[in-house]
Structures are given as C-alpha cells and as structure tokens.
C-alpha cells in the first residue's frame, strides 16, 4: 500500500520536474520591411527578451527592402545592432542574393553583420532546428 502512494506521488510530481530543466531559449526575427518603426520594434523585442532572458540567443535576418538597416550611412539603428551583436547574444544575418539584387557589397555592411547565401532559407533552417519564429512587421 505504502509502495503504491509513493508510486502515485512520485508520477504526479514528476512533470514538475521536466518543467524545470532549462531549454535553450532561441528566436529567429524575421524582417523585409524599410519601415523605421519596424526596424525600432525589432531591436526593442530584442533587447526585452534579452532583459528577461539573458541566456537567449537571438537572430535577426533582413532581406528584401530591410537592407539598408544595415547599411554603414543608412541605418537608424547602427548603434544598437553594434551593440547587440558585440553581446554574443544576437547576430544579424543579412541575404547576400538581396545584396547582389542591389549592388551591395560587404564593405558597405556595419560591423558585426553577417552575410548568409539566403535569408528564406537561414529562417527555415533555424525552424528546423527548433528556434521560435516572429515576423517583424508594423
């Protein structure tokens, strides 16, 4: 009788416990937009989740009309993409086809920007591998 209670009590603690192991909080951003306030946005989503959960490992890829976001001499947010991806805690990954669509090179990219073979398919990738998704859009 005594083996049975214990039996009970220990299944109906035991999701508790698989609640408490840490899973790598990871979020792909999704931006395509020129639009200021949705660049803004994304770095204020950014630094929110960062806030509440430092160990958080953050993404951002742009393509399409985003590019200039992060451009050197173009981009209203230079100074805190610099300093989120400078954390190791984000990384901005820009599509290269965007870049040849539009005659950018990397030298006119800011500091601490990647360049990934394409955008589409860096944000599936990171679905795959099992990171949130949010599409920035205002």
Not at 9 to 38: E, G, N, R, W
Not at 86 to 105: G, H, L, P, Y
Request: hydrophobic letters at 45%; one cysteine or more.
């Amino acid at each position: 009788m005594y083996t049975n209670k214990l039996l009970i009590v220990a299944l109906a603690v035991m999701p508790a416990f698989a609640f408490t192991q840490t899973v790598p909080y990871k979020v792909v951003f999704d931006i395509t937009s020129s639009d200021t306030a949705a660049q803004k946005a994304v770095i204020r989503q950014m630094r929110g989740i960062s806030q509440s959960r430092p160990d958080a490992q953050l993404e951002v890829a742009i393509y399409g009309e985003a590019l200039p976001m992060v451009m050197k001499g173009k981009s209203i947010i230079a100074d805190a993409i610099q300093e989120l991806s400078s954390s190791k805690k984000a990384s901005f990954k820009v599509c290269a086809a965007t870049m040849k669509r539009n005659n950018i090179d990397k030298s006119q990219l800011l500091a601490g920007v990647d360049v990934v073979p394409d955008a589409i398919f860096e944000i599936v990738t990171k679905q795959h591998e099992g990171w949130g998704y949010i599409k920035v859009a205002q």
